[in-house]
């Protein structure tokens, strides 16, 4: 039996595009809030991330097991301030809610950062999904709902970002070729020379002088 891992990003990849597509077809203003979007939070987009970000952990991916049990989470908590309400816990503020998206905002623009190392399409999944997160925060700032239905849209295009690069992954791999193109980075190694450092001859007469 093989001893190689899979790679468990596309899973990951798409538990997190198309639950974000599906929530986002919502803050577009298509379709409320329902057991479907709160189901694929829950399994796909939540659990099913958390359980990537470990697979991560076992192959020593640091950036993978960071985004994808953050991300998984993010899901998680998020169903829980949906739901919780309803369970008599008091819901937060809009305003308040501008801060929790603030935050993971934040946490996603430094992890686009740590991006800019990797292929093209997965900059482009971090960096629209910054944007996403500054949208909403500001939706929920401002009660401006023209912002909101923007981010819907803008949040569509992020998660079918992340599904098209889970595809290029798998797809590339079997045939062995580009079947989809993800930008690769052409990088250039610089020939670094160690430094040589020729030590001076030590005499008796340097030594007692």
């Given at each position: 039996?093989?001893?190689?891992?899979?790679?468990?990003?596309?899973?990951?990849?798409m538990?997190?595009?198309?639950?974000?597509?599906?929530?986002?077809?919502?803050?577009?203003?298509?379709f409320?809030?329902?057991?479907?979007?709160?189901?694929?939070?829950?399994?796909?987009?939540?659990?099913?991330?958390?359980?990537?970000?470990?697979?991560?952990?076992?192959?020593?991916?640091?950036?993978?097991?960071?985004?994808?049990?953050?991300?998984?989470?993010?899901?998680?908590?998020?169903?829980?301030?949906?739901?919780?309400?309803?369970?008599?816990?008091?819901?937060?503020?809009?305003?308040?809610?501008?801060?929790?998206?603030?935050?993971?905002?934040?946490?996603?623009?430094?992890?686009?950062?740590?991006?800019?190392?990797?292929?093209?399409?997965?900059?482009?999944?971090?960096?629209?999904?910054?944007?996403?997160?500054?949208?909403?925060?500001?939706?929920?700032?401002?009660?401006?709902?023209?912002?909101?239905?923007?981010?819907?849209?803008?949040?569509?295009?992020?998660?079918?970002?992340a599904?098209y690069?889970?595809?290029?992954?798998?797809?590339?791999?079997?045939?062995?070729?580009?079947?989809?193109?993800?930008?690769?980075?052409t990088?250039?190694?610089a020939?670094?020379?160690?430094?040589?450092?020729?030590?001076?001859?030590?005499?008796?007469?340097?030594?007692?002088?």
């Amino acid at each position: 039996m093989s001893s190689k891992f899979a790679n468990p990003a596309p899973l990951g990849l798409m538990g997190f595009g198309m639950t974000t597509i599906l929530l986002n077809i919502h803050n577009a203003g298509y379709f409320p809030i329902d057991s479907m979007i709160l189901a694929m939070g829950i399994f796909y987009g939540g659990i099913g991330q958390v359980i990537v970000g470990m697979m991560c952990f076992m192959r020593g991916d640091t950036f993978g097991t960071t985004a994808f049990t953050s991300y998984g989470l993010f899901w998680l908590t998020l169903v829980g301030l949906i739901l919780m309400p309803n369970m008599g816990v008091a819901a937060s503020p809009a305003h308040f809610m501008g801060w929790y998206l603030t935050l993971w905002g934040t946490f996603t623009a430094f992890m686009f950062v740590g991006s800019l190392r990797y292929p093209r399409a997965k900059q482009f999944v971090f960096a629209s999904l910054t944007v996403l997160f500054f949208l909403l925060a500001i939706r929920d700032f401002t009660g401006n709902e023209l912002i909101g239905t923007i981010a819907g849209f803008e949040g569509i295009i992020c998660g079918a970002s992340a599904i098209y690069f889970a595809m290029a992954q798998v797809l590339n791999a079997e045939y062995g070729r580009t079947i989809l193109p993800v930008g690769e980075l052409t990088q250039v190694k610089a020939d670094i020379k160690p430094l040589q450092v020729e030590a001076e001859p030590v005499t008796l007469h340097s030594v007692n002088a």
